[in-house]
């Protein structure tokens, strides 16, 4: 057992109901953990620098970390998604070596297992079973990111913000769930545009009935209202 390893017990159990994890033989899960530290990352950690995730690799335990490009020429963010309990990150660099160029943010208080990179692999050869669900897993983060590429090219600003409600809506309880209570400037990277354009868009919304926001929390008040915004005529190529 690695003693260094706080709340050994506790990982162990939140690992097995991993999916990436969910068909390993027990020794093999426990193996995983003896070459595995854990890392708390206070809200508002930023990881700028990409050589420091060029050699470990990540599992979230709990928390939100948000995963993005910047491009300074047009000082604008790409946020590509917000993790959470279960994900992992460094998974192209654990494949192909190389360095990733995305930064990383934490949105509120995370709990991490961090492994070194060459143990992570050595380990992955004494258990090839991982592969698959590790490929299972980037088909996964490339759809996502094909659909949002898609949908910047295709819809217009108010459409895409109309489908990251209806994608973050528990129907039960009209409630927006994972985004919820992130700023404003955290909403607008995640449909690729600025502060401004999404506040303009989120008045025009409550204006009109759809929602409803109280202190940062989102209620959607008329859902077919809603999926009508998202059925708008995507926007016309440029002439």
Avoid at 31 to 58: A, G, M, R
Avoid at 77 to 96: G, P, R, Y
Avoid at 143 to 148: A, F, R, S, V
């Amino acid at each position: 057992m690695n003693n260094g390893l706080k709340q050994y017990g506790y990982y162990y159990e939140t690992l097995r109901e991993n999916s990436l994890f969910g068909d390993l033989h027990n020794d093999s899960l426990k193996s995983l953990l003896e070459i595995s530290n854990n890392q708390l990352w206070p809200k508002k950690t930023c990881v700028l620098d990409t050589d420091h995730t060029l050699h470990k690799f990540y599992i979230l335990i709990s928390g939100k970390i948000k995963e993005y490009n910047y491009e300074n020429g047009i000082n604008r963010e790409l946020i590509h998604s917000i993790l959470t309990k279960n994900d992992f990150f460094n998974v192209c660099t654990l494949m192909n070596g190389h360095a990733s160029r995305l930064y990383y943010e934490v949105l509120s208080s995370a709990e991490l297992i961090c492994i070194p990179m060459d143990q992570m692999r050595l380990w992955i050869k004494e258990n090839p079973k991982i592969i698959g669900p590790i490929m299972n897993y980037l088909v996964r983060k490339t759809e996502k990111l094909e659909d949002k590429v898609f949908d910047l090219c295709s819809m217009d600003t108010s459409t895409r913000l109309a489908k990251l409600l209806i994608e973050h809506l528990n129907k039960e309880t009209n409630k927006i769930e994972l985004i919820n209570g992130l700023t404003n400037n955290i909403l607008a990277g995640l449909i690729g545009t600025t502060r401004a354009v999404l506040n303009r868009h989120l008045q025009e919304f409550k204006e009109i009935g759809i929602l409803r926001i109280d202190g940062g929390n989102i209620e959607i008040i008329d859902l077919p209202l809603l999926l009508q915004k998202r059925q708008s005529i995507p926007k016309q190529p440029h002439s």
